[in-house]
């Protein structure tokens, strides 16, 4: 919830998010047979709408701290294989 802060987000609307993952819990069914709730203490919730924004928003912000300092974008090499094409040649 801490990028949630870093964003901006309004403590109200933190709170709501996580009134909503609190005491979060799932199971699993295995042959017809519904296993006992497994407490779930991380991730997001599969199909809540809001599990891909807060996905990405981790994302993002775990992205920006790795990339501080980095260069961005592509990096491109060129080697010229073709020793037909060297300078010598071309000037004519």
């Known amino acids: 919830m801490d990028e949630l802060k870093v964003r901006g987000l309004p403590r109200k609307f ?29 991730g997001v919730r599969q199909g809540c709408l809001l599990s891909p924004l ?23 090499n060129y080697r010229n294989h073709w020793k037909i094409w060297n300078t010598q040649m071309m000037n004519v």
Do not use: A
């Open 14 to 42: 933190i709170n709501i998010i996580k009134e909503g993952y609190e005491s979060f819990s799932c199971s699993v069914l295995h042959e017809g047979q519904l296993s006992d709730p497994i407490k779930t203490t991380s």
């Open 54 to 76: 807060l996905f990405l928003l981790v994302m993002y912000g775990v992205l920006r701290r790795v990339l501080v300092g980095k260069k961005r974008g592509l990096t491109w």
